[in-house]
């Protein structure tokens, strides 16, 4: 089969790097793609936003399947002009996307479908923002309604923080309008679906590390590191199944929307059970990077039985052990990433049960150089999450990056609790 796959960060790397290691790939190609992304794929000199553009090169290039990595190019439309040309797609349509593209329709969809999720209200300017933060009496978060690279939402513990979270917010493309919800209490889990357009299988479970430091403190980012698998309690996966997932496919068909792609869940675990957090049309970054490596199946064969509408029921096939993922990001990340620094990873090629993904890295003559917010996804894998993350971190002890930033708890709370 020939694939185009639309990204160019480390998820995408490591949706390559699972993709080639299909028997039934024929040739892969990436828009925009990146440098490391084309020791695995060619790079297709196509607009990854431009819907036209992106059905003409697969019509002209006989492309089998179109895997959409990202949520910007399913706003742009991608997703709906490569189908009607005829090509199977890997990602849902525009109008299903706004289930992440749009916070305020995603908190309508799971009103409507008895989803649960958090209190909510929405508001249309910063003032208005802030009379919804009074109403939870500054407990809240505060989103963008829009799209903000994982950067849009605000969880306040004051009323202070909340107003200026509403300014902050209002001020950004992605806020214009803007959701202020209850502030949820709970373990996140990370629950990230195959769709058919009629059926759902989960891939392995993960958690998000989404704060900036060691704690959980500082701002929110496009997320530090996972793991995978997280535990769940049973009673807690049995709700969640039919409570969100059922519930949440069978709202996608009554409101006439056929996803196929995958529908990222986020979860808080909380002391009533199961709530969902947000919505995202795609697989998760950084967790995909800790979750591919673990999966025991064909993701090429996946990808296209969801495209066919024909991936069916029943479990998707994991391996044994664990992968931990800690990300390596830029100085001064996320408001003011300062890129530049020379990166060497002489010192970690070769080593067993590590993996590199490249986020924002540029190949130099003598080495790599660091060209983005979040750099580099260093992945562990061992036979349970202490392992992984031991190993993990003394990868990321051997990456000569001198001034990258990543946290020193990524899977600590949750290694230690002997899962």
Known sequence: ????????????????????QSPRLSRLWAAPGSDAISGLAEIARVNALDPASVAAFCRE?????????????????????ARAAGIKVFGPSREAARLE???????????????????????????????????FAGSCAVKADGLAAG??????????????AADALSATPAGARLVVEERLEGPELTAMLLVDGKNWSALPLSRDHKRLLDGDAGPNTGG?????????????????????????????RADGLDYRGALYVGLMMTADGPRVIEYNARLGDPETQTVLPLL????????????????????????????????LASPGYPDSPRAGVDIDLSAVDGMPGVMIFHAGTRKTDGGWRAVGGRVLTVVGRGGDLAAARSRAYEAVAKVRAPGLLWRSDIAAATASSGV
């Open 224 to 252: 530090m590191g996972a793991l995978s698998p997280a535990p769940i309690a049973p009673a807690d996966w049995k709700r969640a199944r039919s409570e969100i997932f059922d519930r949440t496919l069978a709202g996608l």
């Open 296 to 327: 025991d199946a064909d993701l090429l064969t996946l990808a296209e039985r969801c495209a066919d509408g024909r991936l069916g029921e029943g479990p998707i096939p994991a391996a044994a052990g664990a992968c931990v993922g800690v990300t």
């Open 61 to 81: 290039n006989a492309v089998d399947l179109l895997f959409v990595g990202p949520e910007a190019p399913l706003e742009a439309g991608v997703a709906d002009a």
């Open 1 to 20: 089969m020939k694939v185009l796959l639309l990204g160019s960060g480390a998820r995408e790397h490591s949706i390559a790097w699972k993709l080639r």
């Open 101 to 135: 593209t749009s916070k305020a329709f995603a908190k309508s969809f799971m009103s409507r479908h008895r989803v649960p999720t958090a209190r909510s209200l929405v508001a249309h300017s910063a003032a208005d923002a802030k009379a919804a933060a009074r109403e």
């Open 151 to 164: 950067k849009g939402v605000v969880v306040c513990g004051s009323l202070a923080e909340a107003e200026a």
